[in-house]
């Protein structure tokens, strides 16, 4: 990933993909391709939880559902921007967090997504980042076992 | 967690502003006075001063009592959070996209697709 951090306030994610522009497109938009990707490894966001009403102002919900404890994180957005098929913007009222996603057609079939973050420091708050510091915290109990020459002790159940 | 998440808040806000992140920067090499932080600085005392209050707040950097040198200190764990966040943030999307990217692949090659860009597999 060619990923930089330009300011405090702001992170940059991008990532190319083997499919067209406006396929791409649509799974970042539709309920029935988002419930294959949006939770991260661990994590599963089940279709019926998924609101999304692809319009200014309309809805984007998740939750995301840890399948090893069955915890829940409701992320909610509201969309701000989406012009088929180039960019998604959501902002988070919670946290205002805005999330632009643009998408560049590289040709060949292959289309690129830039996920770019605005005012991240009240986004420390958001569900995400409950979820990332639940697994995080998991790995640096791991990572205590490891310094403390904890033999075969490493399942370590992390409650987040 | 409620005080970690505001610590973090603060301490995010603190480096938003690029002169924080240069002292902070400096700090990460060892220990400074506050004048030898201002040197670099086209700034005067009492503005570096505010901006060191602004770290202090936030548990980025802590002064030792000792007379007027009061030499500051980086505190590395509090930078480690919010480090940290950013890298979760990242590990996140990172393996959305792997599976958004799987996700890909297994609906191109499916033949229900009525609209898709290219057929050659």
Same mark, same amino acid.
């Given at each position: 990933?060619?990923?930089?951090?330009?300011? /405090?306030?702001?992170?940059?994610?991008?990532?190319?993909?083997?499919?067209?522009?406006?396929?791409?497109?649509?799974?970042?938009?539709?309920?029935?391709?988002?419930?294959?990707?949006?939770?991260? /490894?661990?994590?599963?966001?089940?279709?019926?939880?998924? @609101?999304?009403?692809?319009?200014?102002?309309?809805?984007?919900?998740?939750?995301?559902?840890?399948?090893?404890?069955?915890?829940?994180?409701?992320?909610?957005?509201?969309?701000?921007?989406?012009?088929?098929?180039?960019?998604?913007?959501?902002?988070?009222?919670?946290?205002?967090?805005?999330?632009?996603?643009?998408?560049?057609?590289?040709?060949?079939?292959?289309?690129?997504?830039?996920?770019?973050?605005?005012?991240?420091?009240?986004?420390?708050?958001?569900?995400?980042?409950?979820?990332?510091?639940?697994?995080?915290?998991?790995?640096?109990?791991?990572?205590?076992?490891?310094?403390?020459?904890?033999?075969?002790?490493?399942?370590?159940?992390?409650?987040? | 967690?409620?005080?970690?998440?505001?610590?973090?808040?603060?301490?995010?806000?603190?480096?938003?502003?690029?002169?924080?992140?240069?002292?902070?920067?400096?700090?990460?090499?060892?220990?400074?006075?506050?004048?030898?932080?201002?040197?670099?600085?086209?700034?005067?005392?009492?503005?570096?001063?505010?901006?060191? @209050?602004?770290?202090?707040?936030?548990?980025?950097?802590?002064?030792?009592?000792?007379?007027?040198?009061?030499?500051?200190?980086?505190?590395?764990?509090?930078?480690?959070?919010?480090?940290?966040?950013?890298?979760?943030?990242?590990?996140?999307?990172?393996?959305?996209?792997? @599976?958004?990217?799987?996700?890909?692949?297994?609906?191109?090659?499916?033949?229900?697709?009525?609209?898709?860009? @290219?057929?050659?597999?």
């Amino acid at each position: 990933m060619n990923d930089r951090t330009p300011d /405090a306030g702001e992170l940059i994610y991008t990532r190319a993909f083997d499919a067209p522009r406006d396929l791409v497109f649509r799974c970042m938009l539709e309920p029935q391709h988002l419930t294959h990707f949006w939770g991260p /490894a661990g994590m599963s966001t089940p279709l019926a939880t998924i @609101k999304v009403d692809a319009r200014p102002g309309g809805v984007f919900e998740t939750v995301m559902v840890s399948d090893a404890d069955g915890s829940r994180y409701t992320m909610r957005a509201e969309y701000v921007e989406i012009v088929e098929p180039e960019r998604i913007v959501w902002t988070e009222p919670g946290t205002g967090m805005t999330t632009i996603s643009t998408f560049s057609d590289l040709g060949d079939a292959r289309t690129e997504i830039q996920i770019r973050q605005t005012n991240v420091p009240e986004a420390a708050r958001s569900p995400e980042a409950r979820a990332g510091f639940a697994t995080s915290l998991d790995r640096f109990a791991e990572y205590l076992g490891q310094l403390s020459g904890a033999t075969g002790g490493r399942q370590l159940g992390g409650q987040p | 967690m409620t005080v970690a998440e505001d610590r973090l808040d603060a301490t995010f806000t603190a480096l938003a502003d690029p002169t924080r992140r240069a002292i902070v920067a400096h700090l990460a090499r060892g220990d400074a006075t506050v004048n030898e932080l201002a040197a670099p600085f086209d700034m005067s005392l009492p503005g570096i001063s505010k901006h060191l @209050k602004v770290l202090e707040r936030c548990g980025l950097i802590s002064r030792t009592r000792r007379a007027q040198f009061r030499p500051c200190h980086l505190e590395g764990e509090v930078l480690d959070a919010a480090v940290g966040w950013i890298e979760e943030n990242r590990r996140i999307w990172k393996e959305r996209f792997d @599976k958004l990217d799987e996700h890909l692949r297994t609906i191109q090659r499916a033949p229900s697709r009525p609209r898709r860009g @290219k057929a050659d597999e």
